[in-house]
């Protein structure tokens, strides 16, 4: 079992606290890309396996499919496409009450678009160029070029030691491999270098992992490809690689193939799994892939997932599954040292440090998938330079990361690996640091902080997340809003073998608006006698995350069709819904008359868009009760106007009061600037269907570190007043 002490690494660069460079840029060739949920698709956990078959035989007898079975100790459970939509809300409003279910969530589909502007086949180098050199040399300017990762990292100084990841099985989850590549082994299968893998993507041949995309091929590469012939080396060349395909030949996929990915990689053995592939802005901690990941993480096998690429959409807009506990979150640099303009922002939403390391990732050498090398640009092509180098010291001593030398023959202990001091509401008093002497000598050790640039993460709304540009708070001057540190000790001499602690408390910045949620951060630098730096990242918020606007005013759009026409709900307007499914007959038939052209009179269901400015761990769409109309309308009968709602049906839920809420909600953990669509038929329970009155929805959101059993934790937004009935309330319908 390979072994992962992240606190033994010299970190060069890490946090949001060096992502201050700004900009609009295009995706080249991520699988970041854009995602939605799939209402008519669920992935759920079971509490064992009996309770996986119990609910497939109750999903397939409902005529709908189990698109993928897990049966990992790491994850049991299924997903499913639901059949007719007609009846899809009751399936899964019965499914959802079935005992043994631990967790629903809608299903993510992760749609790419991309720009490439890489030259496809460009060579690296002339195979015979003067200058360039093997394992065994050091450093033209060709070589710099075409390998200056491995410089910049010191990964060639292991290559020369003799560690290139020999034994280490890493799995590649993402668009596959082209394995018949001359760098990647030229075959699949046992005795080959890529020895392991099988494809879970829409497409393609099943247990084939061979990649029509592109993006895999060149993670792989770039973790452990090598051809002597033309001069290309990876970081672990020696290591067994494997590779599971999850995006088919669009770069498209769901979230269930790739779980169903990452579940066979723990498996088939992996004992590293890296993924480039995931959904942009994520960002939670407690979605279904980043929470699999840190659960094979806190299992022994260290998880390396990108960042993301979307430097634009501001700060907290971390990539899952990179945003999970204890996944390892890579960021890019330049050859400068320069955050590269392909780098996300973290941190998460419960302000878990994000990015845990930053690497080269641009203009990167790559394998591609037509046999040939080229240059490419992300945090796609960093990550598995970290996981290349996670095996190159797991090989030499069983832990590290980024620079791969120092971590091979670190001789100093730091934990933990970093200091998340929370917000203002939640900030803690003082953290504790353990530094252990792992020398055989003696070693002075000096303390000190190195801050970095506040950043806001609310433009000057304090509602709208900064985009477009991520800016310090004293423009030229970052420094100076940074936090203080205080040490309970900044200097001390640790014989070998022993240790000592460290506490580290924060005093935020003064002057900041904390109505922005400025996010400050920066390092406790440790440095030892015998030259070594170690840097711990730190980090904390000012301003309350609970207290903070999750909706603006215009954040729930309501529409439906009125008089052929798809529009905005107005007040106090009538619905005409199909009539119920379950037989059902609301109201008295054929009491009204219809007036088809009326543009106040709506026909078929409710469309509903809900648009967060921040996350929320929970939102939820009620159905509630209007009171009567003082006057009625000549057009509607009076009964679409008055209340006919029984008290029974009246639910009190987390201190809110309603008649129940639309199909597909509670929604968990959902993204900031994100879709969250609705369709309301006028059922609000399984099998049932509200009486002809007056209704508005009111989408609900949870505040973050809110508390769901306090109303005061909620915030609200509302749609306008409707009245209620069906089709068969009226005259000739």
Same mark, same amino acid.
């Given at each position: ?89 009751? &399936? ?60 910049? &990292? ?454 509903? &868009? ?21 006057? &009625? ?101």
């Amino acid at each position: 079992m390979v072994c992962l002490a992240l606190s033994t690494l010299a970190l060069l660069l890490a946090t949001t606290a060096v992502a201050t460079a700004s900009g609009s840029v295009a995706n080249n060739n991520s699988t970041e890309a854009n995602h939605d949920s799939n209402y008519q698709a669920y992935i759920f956990e079971c509490e064992s396996d009996r309770y996986t078959e119990l609910l497939a035989n109750v999903v397939e007898g409902k005529g709908c499919q189990v698109r993928h079975k897990f049966d990992s100790k790491v994850f049991r459970g299924l997903s499913m496409q639901l059949g007719n939509s007609t009846t899809s809300d009751n &399936t899964v409003a019965e499914i959802k009450a079935m005992k043994g279910i631990r967790g629903m969530w809608p299903l993510k589909i992760l749609k790419h678009h991309t720009i490439q502007d890489k030259v496809e086949n460009q060579p690296v180098h002339k195979p015979k160029e003067e200058g360039w050199r093997g394992l065994d040399q050091r450093a033209a300017d060709t070589a710099y070029q075409s390998r200056w990762t491995h410089l910049m &990292t010191n990964v060639d100084k292991l290559h020369n030691k003799g560690f290139t990841g020999n034994g280490i099985k890493i799995a590649v989850v993402d668009s596959g491999v082209n394995y018949t590549h001359p760098a990647l082994g030229g075959c699949f299968g046992k005795g080959c270098r890529v020895a392991f893998g099988d494809n879970f993507s829409s497409d393609g041949k099943k247990g084939d992992p061979m990649d029509c995309y592109d993006h895999g091929t060149e993670v792989a590469g770039i973790l452990g490809g090598h051809s002597a012939n033309d001069s290309f080396i990876g970081a672990a060349p020696n290591a067994t690689l494997m590779a599971y395909r999850v995006l088919d030949c669009n770069g498209d996929g769901t979230e269930d193939s790739l779980i169903a990915g990452w579940l066979r990689a723990e498996k088939d053995g992996a004992q590293i799994i890296i993924t480039s592939s995931g959904f942009q802005g994520e960002n939670w901690a407690q979605r279904p892939l980043a929470m699999i990941a840190s659960r094979i993480s806190a299992g022994g096998v260290p998880c390396i997932g990108s960042l993301g690429n979307s430097q634009e959409k501001g700060l907290f807009y971390a990539m899952s599954p990179g945003s999970g506990d204890g996944v390892i979150a890579v960021n890019s640099f330049s050859s400068s040292y320069e955050i590269s303009e392909l780098s996300a922002h973290g941190p998460t939403w419960d302000l878990g440090i994000k990015p845990n390391v930053v690497v080269p990732g641009q203009g990167v050498p790559v394998t591609t998938k037509r046999g040939g090398y080229g240059f490419d640009s992300g945090t796609s092509f960093a990550g598995p330079l970290v996981a290349g180098i996670v095996a190159l010291v797991a090989e030499a001593r069983g832990g590290g990361l980024v620079d791969a030398w120092r971590a091979a023959d670190a001789t100093t202990l730091v934990e933990p690996a970093s200091l998340a001091f929370n917000d203002t509401d939640h900030r803690a008093a003082s953290i504790s640091l353990k530094i252990t002497n792992q020398a055989k000598y003696d070693m002075t050790y000096q303390l000190s902080n190195l801050t970095a640039a506040t950043l806001y993460t609310l433009d000057g709304s304090a509602i709208t997340p900064s985009e477009k540009e991520v800016r310090s708070t004293i423009e030229g001057e970052p420094n100076q809003s940074g936090a203080v540190i205080k040490l309970s000790r900044n200097s001390f001499t640790l014989g070998p073998g022993q240790s000592a602690t460290v506490d580290v408390s924060a005093v935020e910045p003064s002057g900041l608006d904390s109505a922005r949620l400025p996010l400050w951060s920066g390092w406790v630098v440790i440095s030892g006698s015998d030259g070594s730096n170690l840097t711990v990242p730190y980090l904390g918020l000012s301003g309350s995350l609970r207290s903070a606007a999750v909706m603006g005013h215009d954040a729930l759009s309501v529409r439906s069709f009125s008089y052929k026409n798809f529009k905005t709900i107005q007040k106090n307007s009538t619905f005409i819904f199909l009539d119920p499914v379950s037989g059902q007959k609301p109201g008295r038939p054929a009491s009204m008359e219809m007036f088809t052209d009326d543009e106040d009179i709506y026909h078929g269901n409710v469309f509903l &868009t809900l648009r967060l400015a921040l996350a929320s761990p929970q939102v939820r769409m009620d159905i509630d009760i209007c009171p009567p109309e003082n006057t &009625t309308t000549q057009k509607v009968s009076p009964d679409v106007s008055m209340n006919c709602v029984p008290g029974s049906i009246v639910i009190d839920s987390y201190g809110i009061r309603s008649i129940g809420q639309i199909a597909g909600f509670p929604q968990y953990y959902v993204s900031r600037n994100k879709p969250i669509r609705g369709e309301w038929d006028g059922s609000f329970s399984k099998g049932r269907y509200v009486p002809l009155g007056r209704y508005k929805i009111v989408a609900r959101a949870l505040a973050i570190f809110g508390d769901a059993n306090n109303v005061s934790h909620w915030q609200t937004i509302e749609s306008p007043i409707l009245s209620a009935s069906y089709l068969h309330n009226y005259i000739d319908a």
